[in-house]
C-alpha cells in the first residue's frame, strides 16, 4: 500500500497523559499537513510542514500541542497534558506540492 | 475556525436518482475539492478543479469551480447504495496559504 499511513488508528488514554501519533507520507510528498476533525464536522488544519520545516500553525494548536517532521518523511503530532476537549479524529494529508491533498485513516483520540 | 457553506447538511434519495450538493464561501479560492468521508475512514479524494468555471467528471460524478471563485457544485448521476457516506467540499485560497478549508459536509443516505 504506498498511500498515507497513520499509526495507531485508536489511542484511548487518560485526563494528563501524554500521546503521540504518527504519519507516513506518500512516498516523494514533500508536504505534509495535520488536521483535526470532530464529530460532525469538516477537518480543521493545525500545521503543515514543508519537507523537514513547519511552515505554518494554526491558533487552534495550542501550547501542549508539538509537531515534527526530522528527516522530511514521516511525521509525529504530541498532545501533552491530554484534556477531554481533545478528543478527535486526527487526520494527515500529504501532497507534492499545490492542490490535491491525500488523508491518510486517521487515530481516533479518545480521552477519558 | 473558517468553514465553508455546504448544503444540504443531509439527503436521503432513493437509488437511481441524482443528488446535488453545493458549497459558498466569502472568500475567493483558487482550488477547490470534494472528498468522500466514510465512518472511521479518512475524506478519500474525489475531483479537484484548479480554474473558474471548470467542469471535471469522474465517473458518475460531476463538478464545477464557480465563475465567481466562490462557490462550488458537486452532482451525483444514477445513485448507488454504495454512495453513501458524507461528502466534504474544501477549498484552498489566495489568503489561506495552502491549507484546505473544509465544508461541514453533506450526510448522504441512499435507500436500495
Known sequence: DTGVSQNPRHKITKRGQNVTFRCDPISEHNRLYWYRQTLGQGPEFLTYFQNEAQLEKSRLLSDRFSAERPKGSFSTLEIQRTEQGDSAMYLCAT?????????????RLTVL | GQQLNQSPQSMFIQEGEDVSMNCTSSSIFNTWLWYKQEPGEGP????????????????????QFGITRKDSFLNISASIPSDVGIYFCAGQGETSGSRLTFGEGTQLT???
Open chain 1, 95 to 107: 501532497t507534492p506540492g499545490w492542490g490535491e491533498q491525500f488523508f491518510g485513516p486517521g487515530t
Open chain 2, 44 to 63: 478519500v479524494l474525489l475531483i479537484a478543479l484548479y480554474k473558474a468555471g471548470e467542469l471535471t467528471s469522474n465517473g458518475r460524478l460531476t463538478a
Open chain 2, 110 to 112: 441512499v435507500n436500495p
